[in-house]
Structure formats: C-alpha cells, structure tokens
C-alpha cells in the first residue's frame, strides 16, 4: 500500500535499480560487460507472505509484442511448447510450469524470461507474461494437496530476461507454413486449411544466445578458494582434460568414470554424455562480445581430451 523505497546504483560495471516493497524485495540490475552476462537483465527478487492469508504474488511483464495469445514454456529444458491463452478455461488453467524459460514473440522480436527455479507461467493478454512467485492459502483448493499452503519460507527468485531481434525475412511461422502450403498442394482435403492453423505454431526453439543465457544461470561456474600459503607437501599436478572447448551448442552433461563389472575398483572406461542443443537460427547474434562457434552437430572425440588417447568409442543411448 505505501510506496516503495527505491535505491539506484549506476557504476561502471553494472546498474542497479532496487524496490523495498512490504513483501517484496526486487532488484533489476544491468550489467556493462562483454559476453552473455552483459546482454540481458538481470532480476532477483526476495519474497516473505508469511503474513498475508490467502493471498497470491505474481510478476507481470508487459510489452508490445504481439504474441496473439500465444507463449512458449520449456518441458525440462528439453523442448519447448506453444501454449495458448483460452478464455473458456478458469484462470488456473491457463498456466503451465515453467523450468527454465518462457517466451513471447511476433514477427520483429522475441523477449525471453530465463528462471532459476521452476514456477508458474501464463499469458493472460497479448504481450504480457504473469509468474506466480508465491502463494499462500489458509483451506486446500481441491488440487490434491488436501490441506493449505501454510508453511512459506522467505523465497529467492532469479531470472534473466532477454530481447532479441529478428532478422529480415525470418519470421517465426516461415518455414512451417511453407511446408504447410506444399502438404495442401499434394493432399487435397477439406483438412489442409486447420493443419495449417495448427502446423504454424507446432515447433520453436530458443536462440544460441537463449541456451547459453539460460546455461549461465543454471549451470554456473563454481569459484574455489585457494589458500595464499602453500601446504607442506609436493604439489598436486594440474589437470586440462580437454584440449579445445566445445561448440557452443554442445553442453557437457557428464563426465564419469565406469565401475568395473567383475570388481568394485573403478574400470578403465568412462562414460561421456553430450547434449546437442536445438536452436533457432532467424535470431540476431551480431556484436555478442564473445567467440561462439558451432560445428553442424560434428564433434572429433578423438582429439578432444588432451594427453589422452581414445582407444575404443562405443556410441549409445541414455
């Protein structure tokens, strides 16, 4: 009910814009650095409702992109689906989960919500997009639970949030319609006009800018202390296992050591598995400030660990 407090922190690495609500605490920080920390807004926010009786705290973002009703949620970070705003539907159908992006787009741009943490999304009006940060309920609401939501916790909430242009002649719904006007061309049927409707929104993909946004914020880089005095002892010797960094949109998942199956000692094979990321090339990725290269889904495992020679490579599925 009171106005916020606001501080502002303008320096020559980042600014910074924070509100001091009652039950919120939200800061909104830009960073002047080269590389994928620099190109999209940083926003965390600390939440505390423990007083409040069946209320719920939501974020809303509004722009002027003409999403149509339409927005993207992520399937674990897998894959990416196109949901649709339907007003038959009560309010608490109309949000999906959301893991780790969301995103609304028209022909011109793309803005991207990137979360640390899974939370609720939906898209109640064109160029909107609503995240349920917390709620807190005194009687259960028949989802299941069979009790209230009584036991809230102080609760931090990262995201980052990206806006990409589009570049000319790459409009979203390009090639799925193309494809969906041959189909109409070889099957004639009364049918084409609504697989067209429904083919234009089958599929999308975030950018590479997108992946490697959403990476940063949910696979960061661990920083070690290292003590200033040296222990008594050798030394322990270094360790570069790769020789070369992957492509951009390659992620290393995991890099593990086999048991051996006759032995509890570990075996000389290690099991390596790589995740080859989708992405949507119609994306402006000029100016980055940092080198990314991709190589058409092509790694040479061979020479990729450094010192390391590869005697036997057995490709297989999770």
Same mark, same amino acid.
Do not use: W
């Given at each position: ?18 509100? @001091? @609500? ?13 590389? &994928?920390? *620099?190109?999209?807004?940083? +926003?965390?926010?600390?939440?505390? +409702?423990?007083? @409040? ?7 809303? +973002?509004?722009?002027?992109?003409? =999403? ?8 674990? *970070? ?23 992006? %969301? @995103? ?16 609720? &999304? ?8 609503? &995240? ?21 916790? !102080? ?72 003590? !200033? ?8 010797? =270094? ?33 390596? +598995? ?25 790694? %040479? ?18």
């Amino acid at each position: 009910k009171e106005p916020p407090v606001l501080r502002v922190t303008e320096g020559p690495f980042f600014s910074e814009v924070v509100a @001091y @609500y009652e039950h919120i605490h939200q800061a909104v920080r830009l960073y002047n650095l080269p590389g &994928v920390e *620099g190109l999209s807004l940083d +926003i965390s926010s600390l939440v505390d +409702i423990r007083d @409040y009786v069946n209320k719920e705290l939501a974020l809303r +973002i509004h722009t002027d992109i003409g =999403s149509q009703g339409i927005f993207f949620t992520d399937l674990n *970070g897998f894959q990416v689906q196109p949901r649709r705003y339907l007003k038959k539907l009560p309010l608490q159908a109309n949000f999906y989960p959301m893991p780790v992006m %969301a @995103y609304i787009q028209d022909a011109q741009k793309r803005l991207t919500l990137h979360t640390a943490q899974a939370l609720g &999304v939906s898209s109640l009006k064109d160029g909107q997009l609503e &995240v349920i940060l917390d709620r807190r309920l005194m009687q259960d609401d028949n989802r299941g639970l069979g009790q209230g939501l009584k036991d809230n916790k !102080r609760t931090c909430n990262r995201f980052r949030l990206l806006l990409e242009r589009r570049t000319v002649g790459s409009e979203p719904d390009f090639f799925s319609k193309l494809a969906a006007m041959f189909r109409g061309l070889i099957f004639h049927s009364s049918r084409s006009g609504n697989r067209e409707v429904q083919d234009s929104h089958s599929t999308s993909y975030p950018s590479l800018l997108s992946h490697l946004t959403s990476m940063y914020l949910n696979a960061p880089a661990l920083a070690l202390p290292v003590a !200033r005095t040296q222990l008594p002892g050798p030394g322990l010797r =270094s360790f570069h296992p790769l020789a070369s960094s992957l492509p951009c949109d390659f992620h290393l998942l995991n890099l593990r050591t086999l048991q051996a199956e006759e032995d509890t000692l570990p075996s000389a094979e290690t099991a390596l +598995i790589l995740h080859r990321k989708g992405f949507d090339c119609g994306l402006e990725a000029k100016n980055l400030g940092f080198n990314c290269t991709t190589s058409q889904g092509k790694v %040479a495992l061979g020479s990729l660990f450094h010192g390391l020679d590869v005697v036997f490579l057995q490709p297989t599925s999770l």
